[in-house]
């Protein structure tokens, strides 16, 4: 590579850089446009409760047409009704999220009865909250399933018609245990991690393999909810509070139509959080960690 390309390659790099950095102060000044979602199929997983349900009455808020799923019938049919109520179009299907054949078998249902997707919410998730050594081998396989794996098998299922049309949006409900490691919370961060890492490697791969520049992505990593998913923790002055479920949702809905590649929840403290990490020494940050003193506790038993 001669002199005079390589000074050419940095110059666009730095200009890319500053116009990143230009774009970003410029939305906080201009916020993007929403986009359209009204008649658009919109597929969601654990959908019978929590962010699911929540997600769910927004889109139908939308005018989006719901494809429901859940483990749990009698809640996902809830959700139906009620997205019905709205004005809403809604399918519901009872899925086991953690059967890599019964996720595949149900996809086929619903491009027969339904059609293509065209946004794929991965939302279904599980927690059980104890440490390493009190964690069954069922459980680990349960979280890993229904955390991560799942997204690989939904995902394979819808991407084709997403890639043949070159339009759609694939949105991975992850946390910000995916970015950084808590104690008994060993296998979720594990498979929350991992969910990060098929967001990340997947938009690499849409835009590097399939070139297809009308397919987006999105991943979403928020603190903890008051869902139930984690029932109990604690902390002194200047650590996370349990987030509420409709402000999350919220900021959801507008980072997902605004077509954002990662929605971080709450967003200033989630940054200011993982800039500290990277710059700190290992030291430094751990210092400001047990200065939160974040505890949490067994989820389903009494901490001894």
């Keep these: 590579m001669s002199v005079i390309s390589t000074i050419v390659d940095i110059s666009v790099l730095l200009g890319t850089l500053i116009l990143s950095y230009l774009e970003v102060f410029y939305r906080l000044i201009v916020p993007a446009s929403r986009k359209l979602v009204a008649g658009r199929t919109v597929l969601i997983t654990g959908a019978g409760h929590g962010l699911g349900r929540l997600m769910a009455l927004n889109f139908a808020r939308e005018r989006a047409i719901l494809v429901l799923w859940d483990i749990n019938q009698a809640n996902n049919e809830k959700t139906a009704r009620d997205v019905r109520n709205l004005g809403g179009q809604a399918f519901s299907y009872t899925v086991d999220c953690s059967s890599a054949k019964a996720v595949s078998e149900t996809a086929e249902r619903v491009l027969e009865e339904v059609g293509n997707i065209y946004m794929l919410i991965n939302n279904a998730g599980v927690l059980v909250g104890e440490d390493i050594l009190a964690l069954s081998e069922q459980s680990i396989l349960q979280t890993m399933n229904i955390n991560v ?25 992850a946390s910000m245990a995916g970015k950084q490691g808590s104690h008994r919370l060993t296998d979720y961060c594990a498979s929350k991690f991992a969910a990060v890492g098929l967001h990340e490697s997947l938009t ?7 070139q297809r520049p009308g397919v987006q992505t999105t991943v979403v990593c928020p603190m903890f909810i008051n869902t139930g998913l984690i029932h109990s923790i604690s902390t002194r002055i200047g650590g996370p509070d349990m987030l509420k479920a409709e402000e999350v949702v919220e900021q959801i809905m507008d980072g997902v139509l605004k077509n954002q590649r990662e929605i971080l929840v709450p967003t200033v403290s ?35």
């Design 149 to 173: 794996l799942t997204h690989f098998w939904t995902i394979r299922s819808f991407l084709p018609g997403m890639l043949e049309a070159n339009d759609g949006h694939i949105v991975s409900i």
């Design 204 to 210: 690499d791969e849409i835009e590097k393999v399939y």
């Design 270 to 304: 989630s940054w200011v959080s993982l800039v500290l990490k990277a710059v700190l020494p290992k030291r430094g940050w751990e210092a400001i960690l047990r200065s939160q003193q974040i505890v949490i506790p067994s989820q389903t038993r009494e901490d001894k």
